[in-house]
C-alpha cells in the first residue's frame, strides 16, 4: 500500500491549495481516507475523512473551509483547502484504514497506512 501526497505549498492568508494523494496497492474504494495535519511543536490532528460511502467528516476548525473528496476511478483523496488561515500551516498526511470512518474517528493510531506529508504553509 503507497499513499503519495501533492498539491502543498506557500499561500496567503485567504488563498486557496488543493491537496492531492494518490493511493495504490490496495482496494482503495472500500476504505475510510482521511487528512490529518501536524503543526511544528502541535500534536497531530485529523482535519477530515470521507468514507466508502462518500460520507464526510470535518473538524470544527475547518468547516466550511475544507471539502474532502475522492475519485474512486483515478484512485486519489483530495482536500480543498478555502479561506486559509495562518493557523493551517502545517504538514499534511493523508491516511487510510479497511475500516468504517465511524468506527476509528480522527485517532491516527486506528489508520494503517500513511504517506509521506505536503507542507502547508499560510502567511
Known amino acids: 500500500v503507497q499513499l503519495v501526497e501533492s498539491g502543498g505549498g506557500s499561500v496567503q492568508a485567504g488563498g486557496s491549495l488543493r491537496l492531492s494523494c494518490a493511493a495504490s496497492g490496495y482496494t482503495y474504494s472500500t476504505y475510510c481516507m482521511g487528512w490529518f495535519r501536524q503543526a511544528p511543536g502541535k500534536e497531530r490532528e485529523g482535519v477530515a475523512t470521507?468514507?466508502?460511502?462518500?460520507?464526510?467528516s470535518y473538524v470544527d476548525s475547518v468547516k466550511g473551509r475544507f471539502t474532502i473528496s475522492k475519485d474512486n476511478a483515478r484512485n486519489t483523496l483530495y482536500l480543498q483547502m478555502n479561506s486559509l488561515k495562518p493557523e493551517d500551516t502545517a504538514m499534511y498526511y493523508c491516511?487510510?484504514?479497511?475500516?468504517?470512518?465511524?468506527?476509528?474517528?480522527?485517532?491516527?493510531?486506528?489508520?494503517?497506512?500513511w504517506g509521506t506529508g505536503t507542507q502547508v504553509t499560510v502567511s
Open positions: 491516511a487510510a484504514v479497511s475500516l468504517k470512518c465511524l468506527w476509528v474517528g480522527y485517532v491516527g493510531s486506528n489508520f494503517d497506512y
Open positions: 470521507i468514507d466508502s460511502d462518500g460520507t464526510t
